[in-house]
């Protein structure tokens, strides 16, 4: 179950991640409305959990523009206000419900699986699985003779899976079957009706879980009722308990790094001492050392499990921001944060679950077969080699289906009984109508003639029949560009080496080759040696900061066009509209949360490429 949270305090966003990713909900974070609202649009989420006072777009604005362009999903609003006024305010904006801070957590999880219960609650009903029966006759549902009520979607899932018990249906294959070849909605909102589907039937008290997720390949309906495997646990009092969390490529860093924070502190320590003893001179000398890892520890603790590391680094930093001469209520409140930050790193990491994100490109394929058992097999694997497929059983479909929406590759048979046409013809169409999608034809045929026919029209491969689901997949693969992100480079400049590590850690199992800097007055060499597609910039740097990069970067003619996110831990209003003035492409706020990292270099990156192949093609 998807869910956007649209929140601007890291520490708390932090937190609401680690709490809904441990109760298997995924989680998409924006820090302000205006990344909010365009996530919103272009994501299926079954839910927005949305405070009030966020920069660029507030709350309220947001939920109203929503509702106003037809946004039918579920809103939360979770925010300080707590008047009267304030609800009513929030309602009538469009909030289908609203959470006062502080806030108890079983409260919110409670909060949000109402909302998603009656996301689409359409009475409707079920058939025979265990205790679960569904009437196909009388179009009713029921659970312990409990009558549920279902949308015509989740009606038509339940059914699909109740008639096939031995079938794995991938995303792609329940789109064929439920929705037709104009409009089926994006993979995403299948896994939105299952996870509906399978919370109406918890609701009404079927305790098993009785779909299965087949990863890499779709779902399929478990063979026994009474074989219960369902991940997540219930105590006596009905409440979830949550898996055991991994330790993730971030806290494994963190293991390595843990005597830099150790280190770090003893610089604000020795402040500290200087200011209590009053050794002036040492105070003097001290106190830009101790600003700057004050904030490198505001920026880097969170990320590697002291959140509350971080909050008393960030207040450490703002003491240390005004004069260098502290009053002695200053210094009091200094000694008194930089012992609290002692014992912080005494307690034990917070550890994290690592989240898998399918950002890998997914291609479209067209297969035009009559062969049922064979298209079939091909749906059921096609999720895990990043394909999503359309079947087209004879060529008037293929043909309906090439004119709605251009494939990004095709697997032509030859033979179709019951028609005079030859798919030469189809060939001949769909290469000269479209000559840069490949085409393979895979075909029972295989005399001279008909290689020579196939090679002399255009197609890429000729595949002969019989052959293996991982041999066409495989033939498939060779025909279409390699994902281009595999291919990427990103160039990471901070002063910090934990913050470097972390970064590369995060950004490295995707594929991506990371060059670390930990020397701004040095990237310059650096950027034209390695060519990167990205770069990412912390802003406050000693020599060089990251503004001042920046605009030597848009200055110049080359590589004036290269993307650049920066990285601070001041997200204020005038600290983001200096670097978005200097050149930048967008931002991260520090501590750095994995998942929003990911998700912004990998898209920014693809983002870029598109365009510049879009200017080639016109050009």
Same mark, same amino acid.
């Given at each position: 179950?998807? +869910?956007?949270?649209?929140?601007?305090?890291?520490?708390?966003?932090?937190?609401?991640?680690?709490?809904?990713?441990?109760?298997?909900?995924?989680?998409? +974070?924006? !820090?302000? @409305?205006?990344?909010?609202?365009?996530?919103?649009?272009?994501?299926?989420?079954?839910?927005?959990?949305?405070?009030?006072? +966020?920069?660029?777009?507030?709350?309220?604005?947001?939920?109203?523009?929503?509702?106003?362009?037809?946004?039918?999903?579920?809103?939360?609003?979770?925010?300080?206000?707590?008047?009267?006024?304030?609800?009513?305010?929030?309602?009538?904006?469009?909030?289908?419900?609203?959470?006062?801070?502080?806030?108890?957590?079983?409260?919110?999880?409670?909060?949000?699986?109402?909302?998603?219960?009656?996301?689409?609650?359409?009475?409707?009903?079920?058939?025979?699985?265990?205790?679960?029966?569904?009437? #196909?006759?009388?179009?009713?549902?029921?659970?312990? &003779?409990? /009558?549920?009520?279902?949308?015509?979607?989740?009606?038509?899932?339940?059914?699909?899976?109740?008639?096939?018990?031995?079938?794995?249906?991938?995303?792609?294959?329940?789109?064929?079957?439920?929705?037709?070849? @104009?409009?089926?909605?994006?993979?995403?909102?299948?896994?939105?009706?299952?996870?509906?589907?399978?919370?109406?039937?918890?609701?009404?008290?079927?305790?098993?879980?009785?779909?299965?997720?087949?990863?890499?390949?779709?779902?399929?309906?478990?063979?026994?009722?009474?074989?219960?495997?369902?991940?997540?646990?219930?105590?006596?009092?009905?409440?979830?308990?949550?898996?055991?969390?991994?330790?993730? *490529?971030?806290?494994?860093?963190?293991?390595?790094?843990?005597?830099?924070?150790?280190?770090?502190?003893?610089?604000?320590?020795?402040?500290?001492?200087?200011?209590?003893?009053?050794?002036?001179?040492?105070?003097? /000398?001290?106190?830009?050392?101790?600003?700057?890892?004050?904030?490198?520890?505001?920026?880097?603790?969170?990320?590697?499990?002291?959140?509350?590391?971080?909050?008393?680094?960030?207040?450490?930093?703002?003491?240390?921001?005004?004069?260098?001469?502290?009053?002695?209520?200053?210094?009091?409140?200094?000694?008194?944060?930089? %012992?609290?930050?002692?014992?912080?790193?005494?307690?034990?990491?917070?550890?994290?679950? *690592?989240?898998?994100?399918?950002?890998?490109?997914?291609?479209?394929?067209?297969?035009?077969?009559?062969? %049922?058992?064979?298209?079939?097999?091909?749906?059921?694997?096609?999720?895990?080699?990043?394909?999503?497929?359309?079947?087209?059983?004879?060529?008037? $479909?293929?043909? !309906?289906?090439?004119?709605?929406?251009?494939?990004?590759?095709?697997?032509?048979?030859?033979?179709? #009984?019951?028609?005079?046409?030859?798919?030469?013809?189809?060939?001949?169409?769909?290469?000269?109508?479209?000559?840069?999608?490949?085409?393979?034809?895979?075909?029972?045929?295989? $005399?001279?003639?008909?290689?020579?026919?196939?090679?002399?029209? &255009?197609?890429?491969?000729?595949?002969?029949?019989?052959?293996?689901? /991982?041999?066409?997949?495989?033939?498939?693969?060779?025909?279409?560009?390699?994902?281009?992100?595999?291919?990427?480079?990103?160039?990471?400049?901070?002063?910090?080496?934990?913050?470097?590590? &972390?970064?590369?850690?995060?950004?490295?199992?995707?594929?991506?080759?990371?060059?670390?800097?930990?020397? !701004?007055?040095?990237?310059?060499?650096?950027?034209?040696?390695?060519?990167?597609?990205?770069?990412?910039?912390?802003?406050?740097?000693?020599?060089?900061?990251?503004?001042?990069?920046?605009?030597?970067?848009?200055?110049?003619?080359?590589? @004036?066009?290269?993307?650049?996110?920066?990285?601070?831990?001041?997200? /204020?209003?005038?600290?983001?509209?200096?670097?978005?003035?200097?050149?930048?492409?967008?931002?991260?706020?520090?501590?750095?949360?994995? #998942?929003?990292?990911?998700?912004?270099?990998?898209?920014?990156?693809?983002?870029?490429?598109?365009?510049?192949?879009? @200017?080639?093609?016109?050009?």
């Amino acid at each position: 179950m998807k +869910i956007l949270l649209v929140e601007d305090d890291v520490l708390l966003s932090t937190a609401l991640f680690d709490l809904l990713s441990a109760n298997r909900y995924t989680i998409d +974070i924006a !820090s302000n @409305g205006q990344a909010g609202l365009e996530l919103a649009t272009s994501t299926e989420y079954e839910l927005i959990l949305l405070d009030w006072l +966020i920069p660029k777009l507030d709350g309220i604005s947001l939920c109203r523009q929503l509702r106003s362009q037809g946004y039918r999903k579920s809103i939360l609003l979770l925010t300080g206000k707590n008047s009267n006024a304030d609800i009513v305010a929030g309602l009538d904006a469009g909030a289908d419900d609203y959470v006062i801070k502080p806030f108890d957590p079983e409260a919110l999880l409670a909060r949000i699986r109402s909302l998603l219960r009656r996301n689409e609650a359409i009475s409707s009903s079920i058939l025979t699985w265990g205790n679960l029966c569904l009437d #196909p006759s009388a179009g009713r549902v029921t659970c312990h &003779g409990q /009558e549920i009520p279902l949308t015509a979607t989740e009606y038509k899932l339940l059914e699909l899976f109740l008639q096939n018990p031995d079938r794995i249906f991938s995303r792609a294959v329940i789109l064929d079957r439920l929705w037709g070849f @104009g409009d089926a909605p994006t993979e995403n909102a299948v896994t939105t009706h299952i996870k509906d589907l399978r919370k109406k039937l918890k609701t009404v008290g079927l305790a098993e879980e009785f779909l299965e997720t087949v990863y890499g390949m779709g779902y399929r309906i478990k063979p026994a009722p009474n074989r219960s495997i369902s991940v997540v646990q219930t105590n006596q009092d009905g409440k979830k308990k949550t898996a055991p969390k991994d330790m993730t *490529a971030v806290n494994r860093v963190l293991e390595r790094f843990r005597n830099s924070f150790v280190g770090q502190v003893v610089v604000l320590e020795r402040l500290k001492t200087a200011l209590l003893v009053g050794n002036f001179n040492e105070e003097l /000398e001290l106190h830009q050392q101790a600003l700057h890892e004050a904030h490198k520890l505001a920026g880097s603790m969170g990320s590697f499990g002291y959140p509350e590391g971080s909050r008393l680094a960030r207040k450490i930093e703002h003491l240390l921001l005004g004069d260098s001469s502290l009053s002695t209520e200053q210094i009091s409140n200094f000694s008194q944060l930089v %012992t609290e930050l002692q014992q912080e790193l005494t307690k034990p990491a917070v550890t994290s679950t *690592a989240q898998n994100f399918p950002v890998n490109q997914t291609y479209r394929l067209l297969v035009i077969d009559d062969d %049922t058992t064979l298209t079939e097999q091909l749906q059921a694997e096609a999720d895990s080699w990043g394909i999503r497929m359309k079947v087209a059983p004879n060529l008037a $479909t293929a043909r !309906s289906l090439f004119s709605l929406a251009t494939p990004d590759v095709v697997l032509l048979d030859l033979s179709f #009984p019951g028609t005079e046409e030859d798919a030469l013809i189809l060939l001949s169409e769909i290469v000269e109508r479209s000559p840069n999608i490949p085409v393979i034809v895979f075909t029972g045929r295989d $005399t001279l003639a008909d290689r020579l026919a196939v090679s002399r029209l &255009g197609a890429r491969q000729f595949l002969h029949k019989p052959a293996t689901t /991982e041999q066409i997949f495989q033939a498939i693969a060779r025909v279409l560009p390699q994902p281009q992100t595999s291919e990427a480079k990103v160039l990471i400049v901070d002063d910090d080496p934990v913050i470097l590590a &972390g970064l590369s850690a995060l950004l490295t199992p995707w594929g991506l080759e990371v060059i670390t800097l930990s020397q !701004s007055q040095q990237f310059w060499k650096v950027l034209i040696a390695t060519s990167p597609d990205l770069v990412v910039l912390d802003l406050e740097m000693p020599v060089v900061n990251g503004l001042e990069l920046c605009k030597v970067v848009r200055q110049d003619a080359q590589w @004036g066009d290269l993307p650049i996110l920066v990285v601070t831990a001041h997200t /204020e209003a005038e600290f983001l509209q200096q670097a978005f003035a200097a050149g930048a492409d967008d931002f991260i706020s520090k501590p750095v949360l994995g #998942p929003e990292l990911v998700t912004r270099v990998l898209s920014r990156i693809q983002r870029t490429r598109w365009r510049s192949q879009l @200017g080639r093609s016109q050009a």
